[in-house]
């Protein structure tokens, strides 16, 4: 039986660096009742990811600033509990751009059904579905086409996107350099991963250990982090031709003035570069071929993930801090409440 | 009758900013007899082009740096005036990637024949095909691709490449908007050339001035300063999926040192920009294509420009620094020697 009521987290204000915890109430409404041509979802998973704090921010970024006072918004895995939608039933589980609640009435636009995964359950493997291996496989296989024998290095690379990345650029023949935060994580993408190499940026130097351990140049780049520092190394190393995917900035989220950019734009004409942005939401229309290969990588073992798995919709905020602060051990997720699929 | 001597520029050392002088020597020594599959020229213009400098300097760029010792390289039109190439006959009109000098030995690699162009002397318009033509042509419609309706910025918009990257936007039906640096260079652009409007860096506050003429964004833009603050101000104001040129960086040219790059990087991400570099040598292939549409532009008046022509090969170093200074006005040229086929 369901509670009649609806946790929910709402935006009072914007943040300041990473004080979310000021500007996030917590608080509770009865659960709203779907009209013609809506649904209510249960809300089971809640994915944290990077751009959530962008989100809070005043300015528009690839989608509307979430407006004060509003539910707070992220990527949503649950299950349907009443339809008055012709493509959804009740049963079926459903991911989407949803809100930090217990329950949430949508049209639908911006949901979809699971796709159909090998037999592997949806939410049983956040880690990969929960948006992070999409944005891993649109962003190194569309923008950078990796080809074999090409090395390609990946920023926050023990990270839920960068970890992956790295992986599906094996399954394609790549030499693959990771940088992270400890060493821990260093081996961690070596000897659990399959990375060719990994660079601990907090206690190496980076430009160095770089040039070290990409004899051949670097041919594709994965960006999540925004550092000028290692940006400026990796044009210093680009080969002719080279492709940078633009997926995150992470660095700038939390400030409200931009730090100076990159010297090394230069080495993007001599050498040729394409340096490029993308949202994954762009590749929608190829996203079922992307869950079939990523089932298939998965059920083959060429592709493993950490995940960790916050209990309880009121510890969101909290565990938002860990992603910033780089203490999560895998993809972040909170479970909002029981899923009723997995037990 | 030609003289037995050959008349050169070398390079003596590697300069620092614009201190050409003195590392350049001018001397001669006797007219070398082609071998064996090499051809003879007879120089009669010399390009100067702004990426010229940067082959000065130690490291090589898209092409390796000029030695120290060799005589400096550039982009030349002459007349074939020996023959032991079977692909040269003596009385061709040829261009090529050569040296300063009044006569040059070559295997033809680098070299082609002046093409047929509606009965256009290929000399004789050297504003637009010695290279600066090209240049604009793949930069702006092989990396930006614009569509009839879209605006188009163009950094260095008075200058041999710029002045044409804008006629070209408009037979695209683009809104184009040019940035020089003086009040005669705007007037010239848009009175004389066609651009919507100018903005002129030196007196105007660029962000604003770009953000009141762009009021439905920007789509395009091709760059080929390296200016942080204007880079960053295009950035704020591209629209989704806009286009970025990376034509040339002449800011950096004479910099040891690089200064720090764009703060709003970001905004390729958010946006889904691509920046991309190129090299005019990397289209070869659609070179008769991109002469063909030159001119036809040229004969039917949607291409106009200026040149600027520098009597004598003993006066080219002294050219080369108007050229940064910014007061030519138009392609500079240096006339090497008498062209017999313009007598």
Request: with cysteine; charged share 20%; hydrophobic share 40%.
């Amino acid at each position: 039986m369901m509670s009649n009521m609806n946790r929910q987290w709402r935006l009072t204000g914007r943040p300041v660096g990473e004080d979310f915890d000021s500007v996030m109430a917590f608080g509770e409404e009865p659960i709203k009742s779907p009209g013609d041509g809506e649904i209510l979802v249960k809300n089971l998973h809640l994915s944290l990811d990077p751009a959530n704090r962008a989100w809070m921010n005043e300015g528009d970024t690839y989608k509307a600033a979430i407006p004060l006072g509003g539910v707070m918004e992220g990527f949503t895995v649950g299950v349907v509990e009443e339809s008055k939608h012709p493509g959804f039933s009740v049963g079926d589980t459903v991911s989407g751009f949803g809100h930090w609640e217990d329950y949430s009435v949508t049209n639908g636009e911006g949901w979809a059904k699971s796709p159909d995964l090998n037999k592997q359950a949806f939410g049983a493997h956040l880690g990969i579905y929960a948006i992070v291996g999409p944005t891993a496989y649109f962003g190194l296989l569309n923008i950078c086409k990796p080809q074999p024998g090409e090395t390609v290095v990946v920023t926050t690379a023990a990270g839920a996107v960068g970890s992956l990345v790295g992986q599906i650029a094996k399954t394609k023949g790549c030499r693959v350099i990771g940088i992270t935060g400890s060493d821990e994580k260093c081996t961690w993408i070596t000897e659990e991963l399959g990375f060719d190499a990994a660079i601990n940026y907090k206690t190496e130097d980076v430009p160095a250990a770089l040039a070290k351990l990409c004899p051949d140049g670097i041919d594709c780049h994965f960006e999540q982090v925004g550092d000028s520092d290692i940006l400026d190394a990796v044009l210093n190393l680009m080969n002719q031709n080279g492709r940078i995917s633009m997926c995150g900035w992470i660095s700038a989220y939390n400030l409200s003035e931009l730090p100076a950019g990159p010297r090394a734009l230069l080495n993007i004409i001599v050498k040729r570069i394409k340096m490029e942005g993308f949202i994954v939401f762009d590749f929608m229309d190829q996203m079922a071929q992307c869950y079939a290969d990523l089932a298939t990588w998965l059920d083959d073992g060429r592709l493993k993930y950490r995940v960790d798995v916050v209990d309880d919709l009121s510890n969101a905020v909290d565990a938002l801090h860990t992603l910033y602060a780089g203490t999560n051990q895998g993809k972040l997720i909170v479970k909002v409440q029981d899923d009723p699929s997995l037990a």
